[in-house]
T-cell receptor, first 114, second 114 residues
């Protein structure tokens, strides 16, 4: 029973297309995130939602638009895909506690733009 | 801006040997996490360190946190091949609406040889 699940796992698409990645968590967490891992394995936060409200919006092109229909789901829509968007995108969730916010990650979506 | 630096970035070890991975960070935080990533896989949470002097051990891995020095270490004892993976430290910005925003180190690629 996967805690944080993303679909699809692999996504190959042409430049200029629009695509979406879906994420669902069954941990009952209030906060969900999108992270991007580049070809050098560097991980950087993109967005964070808490109870469907956008909390963190890093410097990300506005072609990327997150949507959270409810606190268990956080989707990422990308418009007009560019070659530089190729990366692995990880969804994560956490529950804020005074004693830490351990994040649990999905299996990742490897996006390849050709 | 919070910066997190790991060293070494590449670590080739012989089985049975000990070694330490270091994680330095640039601004005050008392929340630090260690993750493991196998090739093509998700990030697995290893340790959650939430106070100065925190020490946690799991099997051959031991993590510690010195918030005054802004330093965490991940010590590997008597390495075995199964420990081969990429290890990331991540620091929580721990403040206001930035709770849960993790800044990751570059990752340390560990390879354990027979």
């Amino acid at each position: 029973d996967t805690a944080v699940s993303q679909t699809p796992k692999y996504l190959v698409t042409q430049m200029g297309n629009d695509k979406s990645i879906k994420c669902e968590q069954n941990l009952g967490h209030d906060t969900m995130y999108w992270y991007k891992q580049d070809s050098k394995k560097f991980l950087k936060i993109m967005f964070s939602y808490n109870n469907k409200e956008l909390i963190i919006n890093e410097t990300v092109p506005n072609r990327f638009s997150p949507k959270s229909p409810d606190k268990a789901h956080l989707n990422l829509h990308i418009n007009s895909l560019e070659l530089g968007d190729s990366a692995v995108y990880f969804c994560a969730s956490s529950q804020e506690f005074m004693w830490g916010t351990e994040a649990f990650f999905g299996q990742g979506t490897r996006l390849t733009v050709v | 801006e919070l910066k997190v630096e790991q060293n070494p970035l590449f670590l080739s070890m012989q089985e049975g040997k000990n070694y330490t991975i270091y994680c330095n960070y640039s601004t005050t935080s008392d929340r630090l996490y260690w993750y493991r990533q196998d090739p093509g896989k998700s990030l697995e949470s290893l340790f959650v360190l939430l106070s100065n002097g925190a020490v946690k051990q799991e099997g051959r891995l031991m993590a510690s946190l010195d918030t005054k020095a802004r330093l965490s270490t991940l010590h590997i004892t008597a390495a075995v091949h199964d420990l081969s993976a990429t290890y990331f430290c991540a620091v929580d910005h721990a403040g206001g609406t930035s709770y849960g925003k993790l800044t990751f180190g570059q990752g340390t690629i560990l390879t354990v040889h027979p």
